[in-house]
Each structure stands twice: as C-alpha cells, then as structure tokens.
C-alpha cells in the first residue's frame, strides 16, 4: 500500500494500480475498502477479469458465497486460466452439493495443470487485452517447442485480433495437420475462414463439427453466418430464428438475425429484431449502430438519451463505447446537433483509432512500387497474357464514393449478376507475396514481373472459378470490392477483358462520409481525419497512373454526375460495358436482391441529392481535412 498510494496520485486510472491496492486492502483486512477499489476499477476495465475474481475474494471473505460465485464464474468466463478462481468455484460448489458443477470445475482445473506455464501464462495474457507480451511468450516458446498445438492455435488467436488472418490460417492448418481430431482448432479454423472470405471451405469445416455435435450452439451460429456469407439468407436467418427460440434473450443472435432480415430488405423486421438486441442487453452499442446504419432510421429523444447514458456508464466495453459514439453522431446530425454530433464522431474514431496497427506509409510505398513497375511498356510487353474472359465488372474506388448505388443500378440489367464485396483479388495478392515477406522487400507487386503467360491465364481462370458460387446465369457479374483500384495492374494481368469502373465522389463530401462511418473490418485508413485525406490522395495519384498506363481500359463516374442526370449516366455505363440500354436500370429501387454494404437502404429508394453536401453541416470542424487535401 506505501508504494501503490503514491503511485494511484500520478496514475489515478491505471489498472494494474488500482488492482494492487485493492488486493493489499483485502489482505490488510480492508475489505470493504477493497471493494469500493474494484468497483472504481470495474467502472474504468469491466472486462478485467482480475477484478471479479478478486471482489470473489472479498465476497467470501465477508461471508457471501453465492455472490462470490456469481464473481468468480464472472472472472473466467473472461479469462479461462484462472486457477484460483476454478478452485474457488469447486469448493463452493462441492460445499453447495452440487457435486456435477464442482467436478466440472476440477477438471478444468487439471487441464490447466496440464498445459507449459508459458502457453498457460500466455492464454492469462491474451484473455486480458495484453496481446504484444502473450505473442511475444507464445513465439518464444515455440521456438523451443515448434509443434506445440496449443501455443499455435493461442498465437493464430492473436492473429485473429490483429486482423493477421494468413497467418492465423496457416498456423489452424498446421495444428489440424498434427491433431485432426482437436474440434476447438477446426472451429477457429472455420472462422478464420470465414472471416477471409472462404466461405465454401469454411462450410465443409462446419459441417464436418456439425457431423460430430449436432446440437452445438457455437457450431450452429458459425453455420449460419457462412450460410450469409454465402448470400444464402433464407437458410442463415432459420438457423438463427431456431437458436433464439432456445435463448430468446441472446443480444447477439437478435442481431445476426437483423443483419440478415436488412440485406434481404425486411427493413421494417430488422428494426424490431435491432431493438430486441438492445433490450436483451441495453448497452449493445453494435444493435444501436446497427439501426443508425439503416441511415433511414431516425432515434427517438428518449433512444438518445438512454444512448448517451450507456456510453458513459460503467458496463459499456471499449467496443460498445465507440459504436455508441458513432450512432449517437448519427442520431445527433439528423437532430441539427452538429457540433455535438462531430464531438461523438471524432470520439468514436479516435477509440476506434487507437485499437488499429494501420501505417498509412506502409500503404503509400506499396501504391509507389506499383507506379513503377507497372508502366505501359511493362503491360505491352505482355500483350495476349491472361485468361481472355470478359464476365468481370470491377467497381473499384474509396468506400462511400456511391460505388453501391452503380452496383445496384447494373444488377437491375439482365445479363449482369450483382454479387458482393469479393475478397478473391486481396487474397491472390496475399498469395503473391507469400508468407515471409516484409515491407521493406516485398514480393508484391514486383512478382508481377516474374509470372508468364501461362501463370497469368491460370490466375484468372482461377478467380472465375472461385467466384463461380457467387453467380447466377448472367453472362456478366460485378465484383466491387473498392480497395482493388491497388491492384488493377494484376487485374489486368490476370483478366485483360475485364470492365473497370471508378467511383469517384466530390473529395469533402467522401472523406467526411468515411469518418462518419464504422465498418464491420477492414478499411482502417477511415478513422482519423488526417489519415483519410493521405488515403484518398494516393488513390488519385494511382489512378491517375492507372489512367496513363491503361488508357480506355477505365470508366469513371462522378457520382454528383451520375445522381443530376440518371439516365444519361446509366446510358454511358452501358455503353462503356458494351450492354443495350434497359429501363429499369432507372428504377434499380425496385430491383429485389441482397445488399450488404452501408448504402443498402439508400440504394433501394429513388435517387436523391440531399446527401450530397450533407458535409458542410459540419465545415466548422473539418479545416484539418480540407487543408490536408489541397496540399
């Protein structure tokens, strides 16, 4: 206590701080003084499992074993390697007689007996946040101990944070390959999967667990988010609809159910089930984003207020704080409020800003080795490469550059087939430049140079292929995945035939509506001001290449253009796509299909203008953005 008190002065809400006081007050027999400290602590980390298995401590000590319990079940529910927590939970339960619950416990405990104290300090470590220090643990101990499965499968779980999913995929295959029959491993190794957007060998895991535990709760909700994945919505939404009926006050599944019944266009359904979300657990930040992601959903005043309440509270985690931050900006523009909805939105992006590990210089000099290699003596050089296929449609730009509004109004053509945001072109490239590469000597894009005809024809015959569960019977489909304007070098390489078309939105108008907008994954470039305007100035510079390079192969539309005057832009689309002009690419609203990006509610009402400069709303507080792009 001498030491920690000075400390708590200087640092009155570190955790590891607090933490100490809070043990050295029980242990001085201060307890209820120990309690008070982790209640301040709880306010500050509600996810730290330490906290609850220490307030378990106390809870015992003052003679409340139920409530104890309750702690203690609490602390490795968040942090599964707790061993005086399991021990604790085994003898209340033995002294409660419930013998079945107190031998569940025990044999947890001896599975983590079991386990290298490194693997077991590393899984203590990852379970509270300190992600740096369990990686660097796990690879040292790896080193010693190459096949250990169990420190593999917990560093492919950092992976998995860290958004590093190859690695974390390589890592789950290596593990299967040692231990086939370890059911935990082939689940990450579905989601993983998954999450790359291997949805069709993600299904083949699945089933092969469900094969095994029918009845089994995490397979069965992994299924059906494959089964969206694979845009097979009916199936996913009554998987869904069986698991709530068993655990109707499961916040999440209310809200993979919204998300399914919105890409189908159930609006009025999906709402319900959003706010069936928030009232099975009311600080749900995603269920309230969720619904201000409709962007045609208006909150009420006391939606508002019960948001800004949750957001300041004390068992909002990080994530539920800055999807509240978020909807609450959303909530706040449609009110007038724009000051204090910038101050939400700035907040929001500023926490979700400090969880990503994105180097916009990275970026830039991957863009700048790009402009170098792939000039148009290097494309003439390989004229005839490729797979000769002309059903590819790329929309291609920066998200919110109304890349989904053309996508829309092409899938209402009949021989064009929408699809999604493909990850086939980003997953080659991941291919391309292999495992062990760096940023300072990367394999891509310089590997460009070194596939030949052959290689290049078999790529693209490999993309069509892959792609080929996505589609219908339409000669044409759209791929619009906007991050690919990166690598239309290799597109063309690959699919020489292939239609590119780029969104391009007035500047203010799309960075702002970038920093206005939380995304599922990815696109990490959005959540800073400063970092949005180096992104979309090395788009313009790598187009303008593309354009140099590639002359005719692009067709920009400027979506201001596009929204004055529909049917002259829907004309020179087609035109450009060698397509005869239908009518009811005019009313694309009408069409009936699944849309899963931002825009999907927007795109299904007739074209409006009142978004366009929805951003000078808040110009007071964007001269940061502004001067970064005229540099």
């Not at 689309?573 to 690419?585: K, T, V, Y």
Request: charged fraction near 25%.
């Amino acid at each position: 206590m001498s030491i920690a008190a000075p400390l708590l002065e200087k640092l009155p809400e570190n955790r590891d701080v607090l933490y100490i006081i809070a043990v050295s007050q029980r242990q001085l027999g201060q307890t209820q003084a120990a309690l008070a400290t982790l209640e301040r602590l709880e306010a500050l980390y509600p996810e730290f499992a330490r906290l609850y298995q220490e307030r378990g401590h106390c809870q015992r000590a003052t003679g409340d074993p139920g409530a104890a319990l309750s702690s203690y079940e609490r602390a490795v529910a968040l942090n599964s390697v707790l061993h005086a927590s399991w021990r604790a939970i085994a003898e209340l339960q033995r002294a409660a007689g419930r013998t079945a619950e107190a031998s569940a416990a025990a044999g947890q405990l001896s599975l983590l007996a079991r386990l290298p104290k490194p693997v077991l300090a590393a899984s203590g470590l990852l379970a509270e946040g300190d992600l740096d220090a369990a990686e660097r643990i796990l690879r040292r101990f790896l080193a010693a101990h190459p096949q250990d499965i169990e420190a593999m499968r917990l560093l492919a779980q950092i992976g998995i944070r860290f958004d590093v999913l190859d690695d974390a995929e390589f890592l789950l295959e290596s593990v299967l390959v040692l231990a086939p029959d370890y059911h935990i491993a082939r689940y990450d190794y579905a989601q993983v999967l998954s999450k790359r957007h291997k949805h069709a060998a993600a299904l083949e895991q699945v089933r092969g667990l469900l094969a095994l535990d029918p009845n089994n709760r995490a397979f069965r909700t992994l299924y059906a988010s494959v089964c969206v994945g694979l845009g097979q919505h009916e199936e996913a939404l009554r998987t869904y609809r069986e698991l709530a009926a068993q655990t109707p006050g499961e916040a999440e599944l209310h809200l993979s159910m919204a998300h399914a019944l919105k890409t189908m266009g159930h609006q009025a359904e999906a709402i319900e089930a959003y706010r069936q979300a928030v009232a099975a657990r009311p600080s749900f930040g995603d269920a309230y984003w969720s619904l201000a992601n409709l962007k045609t959903y208006r909150f009420t005043a006391a939606e508002i207020e019960r948001m800004r309440a949750q957001q300041a509270g004390p068992q909002a985690s990080t994530v539920d704080r800055y999807h509240l931050c978020f909807a609450l900006g959303k909530a706040l523009e449609d009110e007038g409020q724009f000051g204090e909805s910038f101050g939400y939105y700035a907040r929001g992006n500023a926490l979700k800003r400090r969880e990503s590990r994105y180097d916009p210089e990275v970026l830039e000099r991957g863009l700048a080795r790009q402009r170098v290699l792939c000039t148009g003596e290097f494309f003439a050089a390989r004229s005839g490469y490729g797979c000769s296929s002309g059903d590819p449609i790329f929309i291609v730009g920066l998200p919110r550059s109304g890349s989904t509004l053309i996508e829309h109004i092409l899938a209402s053509h009949s021989q064009v087939e929408g699809t999604m945001e493909l990850a086939d072109i980003p997953r080659m490239v991941h291919q391309l430049q292999g495992r062990e590469h760096s940023d300072l000597t990367p394999r891509y894009p310089a590997v460009l140079a070194e596939l030949t005809a052959e290689q290049c024809r078999r790529l693209g015959e490999k993309y069509l292929a892959d792609t080929r569960v996505y589609r219908g019977g339409r000669p044409f489909f759209i791929d619009k995945m906007p991050n690919n304007f990166r690598h239309l070098g290799l597109i063309h390489l690959i699919l020489p035939n292939a239609r590119i078309i780029d969104a391009r939105r007035e500047p203010m108008a799309c960075c702002f509506s970038n920093f206005k907008q939380l995304f599922a994954s990815g696109q990490e470039f959005t959540y800073s001001l400063a970092d949005i305007a180096r992104y979309y100035r090395a788009y313009l510079e790598l187009m303008t290449h593309w354009n140099e390079v590639l002359p005719g192969k692009i067709l920009r539309v400027q979506h201001e253009e596009l929204v004055d005057d529909l049917e002259g832009g829907v004309r020179r689309l087609l035109d450009f796509l060698g397509l005869p002009f239908e009518a009811r690419c005019l009313e694309y609203f009408r069409t009936e299909r699944s849309v899963r990006t931002a825009s999907s509610e927007q795109v299904r009402l007739p074209i409006f203008r009142e978004g366009i400069d929805q951003w000078r709303n808040f110009e007071p507080w964007l001269g940061e953005l502004k001067s970064a792009l005229t540099r």
